[in-house]
């Protein structure tokens, strides 16, 4: 089994547990090594038996040299929402599709299973924010009554309209889906799509673009300078999440059953259950660490924001027994428990 993006956050932990689980299994780690932080998965994934391999998602020769795959999980990506911003857009382009296009290549070569992570940000921003909403003592939340399809107070559905913009990271990865889609019709491939909300956990360098309840939580932790961006500068802008360890039982379902699973394109997230706005983040993160931080706050808005995203996984629950095992506090609890065992690290890898 390939993990592309396999020394990042979710692929270092995804290679590293399958590899515990099923000791049978040959893991290869490809990573570029880009990101910083990703280093530090080195000696985890060397220690859990998974072969790492340096190479470029981006680099088609990288990938071809590989040897053959049974299955590509593809979890390579540039996942800020601020990407390209700045008018350098080259990177998350070559990244995130031309990524998929070669990681694609090499399962058609191999007739491998794909399972492709995919990402909420291909729902437009904009679209979003025009969902009926109230306005609660600590959260936006989503109202009972819509008149855009595929939303309601469960959250967003497969069905909620994809027309306009979605910043570059959800266009790449929207595109890099419908190359999913045609691969699997044209050369028979399995493959599944996973649309992820926001994913946290242990090893993960949370920064203010990706990754935003880590980051709130090391905000905490080393007692830095937070703010609340947008929307009155409340903090009620809310998102669901989930522990990386829920997705990699479900990634370890949609491996051990690619027949089952061929073809699905499903919401996978904390939904509503499992859900935080950053006014409570900042509240659960004093708890939990014992720093109370005053946040300041900026009405700036900034491109691609959006005030409530919830992962309604209705189509998810049909098709599999999995639901997400661990709470909002399990998250940030199961975080701050690494981050303390790793201070030093972490710290000098976040300067």
Same mark, same amino acid.
């Given at each position: 089994?390939?993990v /592309?993006?396999?020394?990042?956050?979710?692929?270092?932990?995804?290679a590293?547990?399958l590899?515990t689980r099923h000791?049978?299994? *040959?893991?290869v780690?490809?990573?570029?090594?880009s990101r910083?932080?990703?280093? $530090?998965n080195?000696?985890?994934?060397h220690?859990a038996g998974?072969e790492?391999?340096?190479?470029?998602?981006? !680099?088609?020769?990288?990938?071809?040299? $590989?040897?053959?795959? +049974?299955?590509v999980?593809?979890?390579?990506?540039?996942?800020s929402a601020?990407a390209?911003?700045?008018g +350098?857009t080259?990177?998350?382009? +070559?990244t995130?599709?031309?990524?998929?296009?070669n990681?694609l *290549?090499l399962?058609?070569?191999d007739?491998a299973h794909?399972?492709?992570l !995919?990402?909420s940000?291909?729902?437009p921003y904009a /679209?979003?924010d025009?969902a009926a909403? @109230?306005?609660?003592?600590t959260?936006?939340?989503l109202?009972?009554? @819509?008149e &855009?399809?595929g939303i309601s107070a %469960?959250g967003? !559905?497969?069905?909620?309209?994809?027309?306009g913009?979605?910043? $570059?990271?959800?266009? /790449?990865k929207?595109?890099a889906? &419908?190359?999913?889609t045609?691969?699997r019709?044209?050369?028979?491939?399995r493959a /599944?799509i996973?649309? #992820?909300?926001?994913i946290a956990?242990?090893w @993960?360098m949370?920064r203010v673009d990706q990754?935003?309840?880590?980051?709130w939580?090391l905000?905490?932790?080393f007692?830095r300078?937070l703010?609340?961006i947008?929307?009155g500068?409340?903090?009620?802008q809310?998102?669901d999440l989930l522990?990386v %360890?829920d &997705?990699v039982d479900l990634v370890? +379902? @949609?491996l051990l059953?690619?027949e089952?699973w %061929?073809?699905a394109?499903?919401n996978v997230?904390?939904?509503?259950?499992?859900s935080l706005?950053l $006014?409570?983040?900042t509240e659960? #993160?004093?708890?939990?660490t014992?720093?109370?931080?005053?946040v300041r706050?900026?009405?700036?808005?900034?491109?691609?924001?959006v005030?409530?995203y &919830?992962?309604d996984?209705?189509r998810?629950?049909?098709?599999t027994?999995?639901r997400?095992?661990?709470?909002a506090?399990?998250?940030?609890? %199961?975080?701050?428990?690494?981050v303390?065992a790793? *201070?030093r690290?972490v710290?000098a890898t976040?300067a």
């Amino acid at each position: 089994m390939l993990v /592309t993006g396999g020394a990042g956050f979710v692929g270092g932990n995804l290679a590293v547990r399958l590899a515990t689980r099923h000791p049978d299994w *040959e893991l290869v780690a490809f990573d570029n090594l880009s990101r910083r932080g990703s280093e $530090l998965n080195l000696p985890r994934l060397h220690d859990a038996g998974v072969e790492f391999v340096h190479g470029d998602v981006r !680099s088609l020769t990288d990938m071809l040299r $590989l040897a053959p795959a +049974d299955a590509v999980v593809e979890c390579s990506a540039e996942p800020s929402a601020l990407a390209g911003v700045d008018g +350098d857009t080259r990177y998350i382009v +070559d990244t995130n599709l031309v990524g998929a296009y070669n990681c694609l *290549e090499l399962a058609r070569r191999d007739g491998a299973h794909v399972v492709f992570l !995919s990402t909420s940000r291909v729902y437009p921003y904009a /679209t979003l924010d025009r969902a009926a909403y @109230q306005e609660a003592p600590t959260r936006f939340e989503l109202a009972s009554e @819509q008149e &855009l399809p595929g939303i309601s107070a %469960d959250g967003v !559905s497969e069905g909620f309209p994809l027309d306009g913009p979605r910043t $570059l990271y959800g266009a /790449t990865k929207l595109a890099a889906e &419908l190359l999913v889609t045609e691969y699997r019709k044209m050369f028979g491939m399995r493959a /599944t799509i996973d649309r #992820c909300g926001v994913i946290a956990g242990p090893w @993960q360098m949370g920064r203010v673009d990706q990754g935003v309840f880590t980051y709130w939580l090391l905000g905490h932790y080393f007692r830095r300078e937070l703010r609340y961006i947008g929307y009155g500068g409340a903090g009620k802008q809310v998102r669901d999440l989930l522990h990386v %360890d829920d &997705l990699v039982d479900l990634v370890e +379902d @949609q491996l051990l059953r690619p027949e089952h699973w %061929d073809g699905a394109t499903v919401n996978v997230g904390g939904g509503p259950h499992c859900s935080l706005s950053l $006014l409570e983040t900042t509240e659960l #993160c004093a708890e939990l660490t014992g720093h109370t931080l005053p946040v300041r706050a900026s009405g700036e808005t900034r491109p691609g924001d959006v005030r409530i995203y &919830l992962s309604d996984c209705a189509r998810l629950a049909g098709l599999t027994e999995w639901r997400p095992r661990r709470s909002a506090r399990d998250v940030l609890a %199961d975080t701050l428990k690494w981050v303390a065992a790793n *201070e030093r690290v972490v710290r000098a890898t976040l300067a």
